[in-house]
């Protein structure tokens, strides 16, 4: 790779780092970069969000290396899937266990590229930690052969097996840089695929420690490699060649993802953006909801896509929920540490500290009310912006119904539960959702009414996405497939039916007469239909 020329040459890098960070380190994480054609070309190194200073330069591919690695990945590939299960899954938990022991390692990474705080880079660990043990344990199940009737039975014995669709390619955002790089590819593999990955931009030094840990595990070298660039021609150029495509990112890109997916018919899981619900009913426990809500709207500085940006509270508890949910805020640490004594952290990029300003003040400008932030917070960092709660919005404002990605939360007036309803359902995303209510059969029969992918009852976001044997993703502008759970690994395959008959091809014997042949066809459609025969 040659050397930066850049104008970022005449600013220091980040000094703010954390203490597992360190050149020497950083240089041999650039090893994992697959990019067999070019060597590497020269790219601007993103900048660290602590103190705007360019974190580490890491070579960035072109799209010719993308079609040699997914080349490598797939002579690699059956030999990955001839291994039994059992010895795939002992490289995913040799991973775990390192994982478990070095963490600090990634949630110093993760903290220094993106700028969250130091708990929510720890609930990346415990996520992936949870997805990789779950996996290397339930995927036999998951993938297990399936026994169905066959055409005649008795004669005919059929499975629907699953076999792995080749090489996968996982397009991943820089908001949770760790576990969705590493989430999707963990099932992927195990499922006898290999994997080609491309980092964002803003944060490839995780994905790449990440790498560079499953080869401690002992992960070939080429089952797994990590693509670098930008969206475009980089993540198109894996579209263009892998057999299946795992993508997480905004709708925006997401359309034109599937699109070009569909131009090669191969398969897409689609994880997509959100405008989260929070519906707080008129018999529920105020203090849990305003701390729930707390927690879901300024998780990850609100970068999260299940974050919740609109709260519908029942009218009788509006002004008590409210009081509550302003202690809650202003209880939030707000800080740039390297250790968990903030609460909330920075905004990643400068490009997402202008979206989130923007849309304050566009609804303010249009008639909201700033209950609490408002602002952004130069004196504690660069893209700092204040947790902050609204009312007043309307459907005018762009914050109302299109997806903010910050900490910046909305209240809703509801009359009553269909009220809440029909506002939790405006709009065309249908991703997350909750319900805080002292009744659960109540917040059941109306969690079902929710458009949404996952309804959290009694809690904002996590628990449900924090459940990795039940599906993740959204309906309506949110996406198609799950991640997590059966679905979660089976994406990765195809179904194929594999029948075999005991006599040799089905059909009338030599010398039957067909009539004969057809009568009893006949005689037997009749009794399987009077015997209740599925
Ligand atoms: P983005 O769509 O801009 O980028 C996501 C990834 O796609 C990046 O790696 C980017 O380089 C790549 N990309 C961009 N253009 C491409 C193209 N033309 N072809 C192929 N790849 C391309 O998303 P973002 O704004 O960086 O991420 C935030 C968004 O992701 C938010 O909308 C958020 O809600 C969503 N998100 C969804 C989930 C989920 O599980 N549903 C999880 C996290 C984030």
Avoid at 133 to 161: F, I, M, N, Q, W
Avoid at 394 to 417: I, K, Q, S
Avoid at 456 to 471: K, L, R, W
Wanted: hydrophobic fraction near 45%.
């Amino acid at each position: 790779m040659t050397a930066l020329d850049t104008d970022q040459e005449a600013v220091a890098p980040s000094t703010l780092r954390p203490g597992w960070v360190t050149d020497r380190r950083l240089a041999s994480l650039t090893r994992w970069v697959a990019c067999p054609v070019s060597g590497g070309t020269e790219a601007p190194a993103a900048l660290a969000p602590y103190d705007l200073r360019p974190t580490a330069p890491v070579p960035a591919g072109t799209p010719e290396d993308v079609e040699a690695a997914v080349r490598a990945g797939r002579r690699a590939q059956p030999a990955w899937a001839d291994l039994p299960l059992a010895a795939r899954a002992e490289v995913v938990l040799r991973f775990h266990d390192l994982l478990v022991e070095r963490q600090d390692e990634v949630m110093d990474l993760i903290q220094w590229e993106m700028g969250k705080a130091r708990f929510h880079a720890w609930q990346e660990v415990l996520q992936v930690a949870n997805l990789a043990r779950h996996y290397a344990r339930a995927s036999e199940g998951y993938l297990a052969d399936h026994k169905v009737r066959g055409a005649v039975p008795g004669v005919t014995k059929v499975r629907e097996v699953r076999v792995p669709k080749g090489v996968v390619g996982i397009i991943s955002p820089w908001n949770y840089p760790f576990y969705l790089g590493i989430g999707d590819a963990i099932p992927a593999l195990l499922a006898g695929n290999t994997v080609v990955g491309k980092a964002d931009p803003q944060t490839p030094l995780t994905l790449l420690w990440a790498r560079a840990l499953m080869a401690e595990a002992g992960l070939p070298e080429h089952v797994w490699q990590v693509v670098t660039g930008p969206g475009a021609p980089i993540g198109e150029a894996l579209v263009d060649h892998v057999d299946y495509l795992a993508f997480t990112g905004s709708t925006a890109t997401g359309r034109v993802v599937a699109q070009r997916a569909a131009q090669r018919l191969i398969g897409t899981s689609l994880e997509l953006g959100g405008k989260n619900p929070l519906i707080v009913r008129a018999d529920a426990d105020l203090l849990q909801a305003a701390r729930g809500t707390a927690a879901a709207a300024f998780a990850n500085t609100g970068q999260m896509c299940i974050h919740i940006e609109r709260v519908i509270v029942h009218a009788d508890v509006y002004d008590d929920f409210k009081e509550a949910l302003l202690a809650a805020t202003s209880a939030q640490k707000l800080a740039q540490t390297f250790d968990f004594t903030a609460d909330v952290g920075s905004l990643a990029t400068p490009s997402q500290l202008d979206k989130v300003s923007r849309h304050v003040a566009d609804a303010v400008a249009k008639g909201a009310t700033v209950l609490a932030g408002g602002r952004a917070r130069p004196d504690i960092g660069p893209l700092v912006y204040a947790p902050t709660v609204l009312e007043g919005v309307t459907e005018e404002m762009e914050l109302c119904l299109g997806e903010t990605f910050g900490p910046v939360v909305a209240l809703y007036r509801a009359a009553d539960d269909e009220d809440a309803l029909r506002i939790a359902n405006q709009g065309t995303a249908g991703l997350s959702a909750s319900v805080f209510s002292k009744d659960l059969t109540a917040a059941d029969a109306l969690a079902r009414r929710v458009r949404a992918g996952s309804v959290n009852i009694n809690d904002g976001a996590s628990i449900a996405a924090g459940s990795v044997e039940a599906g993740m993703g959204g309906v309506g502008d949110s996406g198609l497939g799950r991640r997590h759970g059966g679905e979660g690994i089976r994406r990765f395959t195809d179904s194929q039916t594999v029948a075999a008959s005991r006599i040799g091809p089905l059909g009338p014997p030599p010398g039957t007469p067909l009539e004969k042949f057809v009568a009893l066809g006949n005689a037997q459609l009749r009794t399987l239909r009077r015997l209740g025969v599925r």
